[in-house]
């Protein structure tokens, strides 16, 4: 639209130097001065017009791009007191050793947790083997060590036989496949990510996690030998 309205200049110019000078030279100033060019700014004030109209209608995609990049809602103000608070599902709401009932920051729930046993009890009173696979559950920390049985005992195991609370497994440190243990939650979710551990039971998995939901102490990190 705009184009158009520009080229009408380019060769209206030529068309008022043909019209004062004249073919037998320059006219007198008042012939040029009795040249009728409304038309002209009639012309132009249609193209405004139009150029104006046009401007006025945004391209549907261009609405939907801004609704895409508009930022995403804030965390809550004051801090969260529960996960649904912490969208996206990959971020929970931490809080401090201890503080299960107040406020605490959305934070990412950990990808990968190192090969260290000690374990914590977590605010849903199962133990984790440290507390990175809490964080990873999305659960906080109620206090350092396994948590009490219901009977003040100290929930510790032999083998996964001994753990009589369903999703428990006896969670041992690294290496120590025939040592004593806690019995602790097995992780719900893993990522995937290839970092090999050989198991307690002579199986190679992908990472200490695959190998604890399954149930499992890692014997050595890396490959097993056959």
């Not at 969208?87 to 920051?105: L, M, Q």
């Not at 849903?124 to 009977?151: H, I, L, Q, R, W």
Request: charged content about 25%.
């Amino acid at each position: 639209m705009k184009k158009h309205c520009r080229k009408s200049l380019i060769w209206i110019v030529p068309f008022l130097v043909v019209v004062c000078m004249g073919i037998g030279g320059p006219r007198p100033a008042a012939a040029a001065e009795s040249v009728d060019l409304s038309w002209l700014q009639a012309q132009d004030d249609a193209c405004a017009d139009s150029v104006a109209v046009a401007s006025l209608d945004a391209p549907d995609w261009l609405a939907d791009a801004d609704a895409m990049s508009a930022p995403a809602a804030n965390p809550p103000k004051g801090g969260c007191s529960t996960n649904a608070q912490c969208k996206g599902g990959k971020k929970y709401c931490s809080k401090a050793v201890g503080d299960c009932k107040g406020k605490g920051e959305c934070k990412a729930k950990p990808e990968v947790c190192p090969l260290i046993f000690k374990p914590v009890c977590g605010c849903n009173n199962k133990t984790y083997s440290n507390d990175c696979f809490a964080a990873m559950a999305g659960v906080n920390v109620k206090a350092e060590g396994a948590c009490k049985t219901p009977k003040g005992g100290d929930n510790t195991c032999k083998t996964n036989k001994d753990c009589k609370t369903a999703g428990d497994f006896c969670a041992k440190d690294t290496g120590k496949c025939e040592d004593a243990g806690v019995c602790a939650a097995k992780p719900q979710i893993c990522p995937d990510i290839v970092a090999p551990v050989c198991g307690c039971d002579n199986k190679t998995y992908n990472n200490n996690c695959v190998a604890h939901r399954a149930g499992v102490n890692v014997k050595h990190d890396g490959k097993c030998e056959k």
